[in-house]
């Protein structure tokens, strides 16, 4: 309990005192017009009030990461705590909120060409085809996640297969509407779901006498039924994501650039949606290790259940909150990816439409930016969740970095402090890099090859970065 608490004082402090640090790095200006007014277009670009689009950005990010991804990582051991609290104040929150302020600087662009302009147009034309490949992704795996979810609530009535139907309509409804008409207007209603989801169950799981663990030296190790292979390094890393840094939410920042009406509301709205999230992420980490009776038991379930966690939020929600309580839970978790999986179809449309320059006004043009995407993601709904899983959870960290990397040079050029973001950049380098090395579906390395190898791909990118900044400093003494 010691622990658990203990972490919730450092999240807030991140809230409370780093985040002002990072704002006033970054510059924010409460005088300046924002993209929302500059470039109104009653579709992207619509002022909304700040609470509004908290609410949206917050559920936006949260998906299934801070459920699946923490109770999956919680499989590792009481250390999962360590990386959310760390990874969020200091990396992930720093990632979104300077994600959604360049954005903001630069009009309501797309994480993709922020990236072109500070990484150059190479990086950029990879990026635009990365990104939106990963945001079909996103949209598969939050369309088969949540109805796994509904179709075991109404077994027997309504099958999963009929619930992927339902939720990719909405999909394309959400995708193809104005911004205010149906996530401005259905997402507080969602957001009453997720919230009481996170209060109810760690309330309900304190109540009833379960007990957190504490983390203490003895089990700062790894509790993983295959340690062997799956060492905490990089795989944790790499499991836990939304709870602690995800690229995704980069592309989910601009979204929200289009929409809020003072700079520096970004604070609490890309920052604080972050803290958010890593809060969810603590209790659903903190559930996994106590519900079950331990680490050791977690381990049990999710190999009897094929790594499947929609089976043990099902469970754990009856069993904490009775059957009507457990349906406004088990709605909280369906909404999070839901929210999520309908703006990464709109943020796939947003960025083919940023790179050919096709004005969002007219239906005719969101319809063919569309049409294409979503067929693609139903295509994909048909593979194996736990393949589509492992890969998005790669791409998606291997995104966080070149974001990060984006986020360093423009603080180097705009002579502001870049440790900041460098720091983080080179940590999730040596994750992401090792990660594809040693991973099975990956390289499979061996681990001391895959750890070398991955260093060496980051001392790479590091001398890249110091050439850059000595040239930096040659221009400017010229000058």
């Known amino acids: 309990m010691i622990t658990l608490l203990a972490c919730f004082v450092f999240l807030l402090f991140g809230y409370l005192i780093y985040s002002r640090f990072i704002e006033k790095i970054a510059g924010a200006d409460s005088t300046r017009e924002t993209p929302a007014y ?39 051991g009481p250390v999962a705590y360590l990386w959310i609290i760390l990874g969020s104040v200091f990396a992930g929150a720093v990632h979104d909120y300077l994600s959604g302020m360049l954005s903001i600087y630069h009009n309501g662009l797309s994480i993709t060409e922020i990236v072109g302009i500070y990484l150059g147009n190479g990086v950029k034309q990879f990026m635009r085809a990365f990104t939106v490949i990963l945001m079909v992704i996103v949209g598969a795996v939050f369309i088969v996640g949540p109805a796994g979810i509904l179709g075991g609530m109404t077994k027997g009535t309504l099958s999963v297969n009929f619930w992927v139907w339902v939720v990719f309509f909405y999909y394309i409804l959400a995708t193809l509407m104005p911004i205010d008409k149906i996530i401005g207007r259905i997402y ?74 003072n700079e520096k509301l970004g604070r609490r709205v890309f920052y604080g949606a972050m803290i958010s999230e890593a809060i969810v992420a603590m209790i659903w980490a903190t559930i996994g290790m106590s519900f079950w009776g331990g680490v050791k038991e977690l381990n049990d379930v999710m190999t009897a259940n094929s790594g499947n966690a929609a089976v043990l939020v099902n469970e754990v929600s009856n069993a904490l909150l009775g059957k009507f309580g457990a349906v406004i839970a088990l709605l909280g978790v369906v909404a999070a990816p839901i929210t999520s999986g309908d703006t990464a179809f709109r943020s796939a449309r947003l960025i083919v439409a940023d790179f050919l320059k096709f004005k969002q006004g007219p239906i005719k043009n969101r319809l063919l930016i569309s049409i294409p995407l979503f067929t693609i993601g139903f295509f994909i709904t048909k593979i194996d969740f736990d393949v589509i899983w492992r890969y998005f959870a790669w791409c998606n960290q291997t995104l966080a970095v070149v974001v990060l990397w984006a986020e360093t040079i423009y603080l180097v050029k705009a002579n502001k402090n870049f440790g900041i973001t460098l720091i983080p950049a080179l940590f999730m380098t040596t994750v992401s890099a090792t990660y594809i090395l040693i991973a099975p579906e990956g390289f499979r390395l061996t681990g001391i090859v895959a750890y070398a190898a991955g260093l060496i791909v980051t001392i790479m990118i590091f001398s890249i970065f110091l050439i850059f900044l000595n040239r930096r400093k040659k221009e400017s003494f010229v000058v």
């Open 38 to 76: 500059k470039l109104r277009d009653g579709v992207d670009y619509i002022p909304m009030p700040w609470w509004k689009v908290f609410l949206i950005q917050f559920l936006n990010i949260a998906g299934l990461g801070p459920i699946f991804g923490a109770i999956a990582g919680a499989m590792w």
């Open 188 to 261: 507080p209603v969602f957001g009453f779901a997720l919230i009481f989801m996170a209060v109810g169950l760690i309330t309900a799981l304190l109540v009833n006498g379960y007990k957190p663990p504490e983390l203490t030296i003895s089990n700062l190790r790894n509790f993983h039924v295959d340690a062997e292979k799956f060492p905490i390094f990089p795989m944790m890393f790499i499991s836990i994501a939304c709870g602690a840094i995800s690229g995704f939410h980069s592309t989910q920042s601009p979204l929200m650039a289009r929409c809020i009406q």
